[in-house]
Structures are given as C-alpha cells and as structure tokens.
C-alpha cells in the first residue's frame, strides 16, 4: 500500500480524507461498450421490419447488454395491432430483448452459429408500449452449456416503469449458408 499525505497538493484536492486516498489510487472503470445500428446490423441477421434494436448503451462482455427501441407509429404492425390503439404486440417485446441478448451471445467465443429461440418463461407484460415510447431493454446471460444452449434474464422498461420481463432459453443452430 502506498501512503499518500494530505501534504501533496493533487492528492489533498482530490481526496482529503485519509480514506479516500487507497480510492484515488484505483484505476478507473473500463469505458462502457457502446453499439450504433450500423454495428448492431454487423453481429445480428435481422434486417427490417425484424431489426428491433436502435442502439447498445452498455455492452458487458460475455454478461450482459442494455439496448433501446424507439417505438414510431410508422411501423408496420401499428396498422392492425390495434386500429385506433396501437399497441406494440408483446411478441415483439420479447422478440427485441432477445435481440439485445443477441449482441451478448454473438460475441461468446466459441459460439457460433445462429442463436434462436428454444423457449421463453416466466414472461410478464406489465404495461402497453406505445408509439413514441422508448423501450430500455436489459439481458443478463444466466447459463450456458456446451456453447449451444443457455438462458437469459431479460427486462423492458419505458421512462423508468417496467414493461415486461422474463427469461429467455435459446440454442444454437448451425448458421445458414450463404448464396452464391
């Protein structure tokens, strides 16, 4: 341990209290990950109308992701989900938080393959979402097993209020090939 006084100038403005010193000698916390669509479309296969992740906010390697969703009135399911409503189907819910587990699995080493849904449980809807809602979603891998099937935790919120949440079970099938 290194014992730092309150007689160094940089040490005492930034942490006058013994304390405090053994925290200023901490290196800080790694940068959160970060993932723009462009990079999303670059780890998942959806594409539109399917690709229901905007943007990853905080990416933890190999443990979890949080991703946004902005809902817009122009989507194509809005027109009969419900006529003078529009409600996103919670299908969809689900659908993009396994999305934003997608960016976790994806970059597991030794995963590889197309991760799909092999089952869902414990799923909850607590209230609609709606055009002009953004939806906050956070997966936290679980379990995995033999790099080809595992569990996820997943949770969807709109300013604060909780959405839907469940777990989510997937497997890993060989990716198809690609033409040409």
């Known amino acids: 341990m290194i ?5 160094n100038p ?3 403005e930034i942490s006058p209290n013994p304390t405090d010193q053994d925290s ?4 800080p916390a ?3 990950i970060h993932y723009s669509a462009e990079q999303i479309y670059s780890l998942l296969p959806h594409r539109y109308p399917f690709a229901l992740v905007d943007r990853i906010t905080e990416y933890i390697p190999g ?3 949080t991703g946004i ?4 009135f122009n989507e194509p399911h809005f027109q009969g989900h419900f006529p003078g409503r529009p409600i996103m189907p919670g299908v969809l819910i ?3 938080m396994a999305q934003v587990g997608g960016v976790v699995l994806s970059q597991i080493p030794g995963v590889n393959g197309l991760c799909v849904f092999a089952g869902i449980d414990k799923v909850r809807f607590r209230r609609p979402v709606v055009p002009g809602d953004q939806l906050i979603m956070t997966v936290e891998l679980l379990a995995i097993k033999r790099l080809r099937f595992g569990k996820m935790q997943g949770r969807a919120e709109v300013e604060g209020q909780l959405v839907c949440e469940g777990d989510l079970i997937f497997s890993v099938v060989d990716a198809p090939s690609t033409p040409g």
Do not use: D, G, I, R
Request: charged content about 15%.
């Open 3 to 7: 014992n730092l006084t309150s007689s």
């Open 10 to 12: 940089v040490t005492s």
């Open 24 to 27: 200023a000698l901490t290196p």
């Open 30 to 32: 790694p940068e959160t």
């Open 63 to 65: 443990k979890q992701a």
């Open 69 to 72: 969703k902005n809902v817009s």
């Open 94 to 96: 689900v659908e993009a």
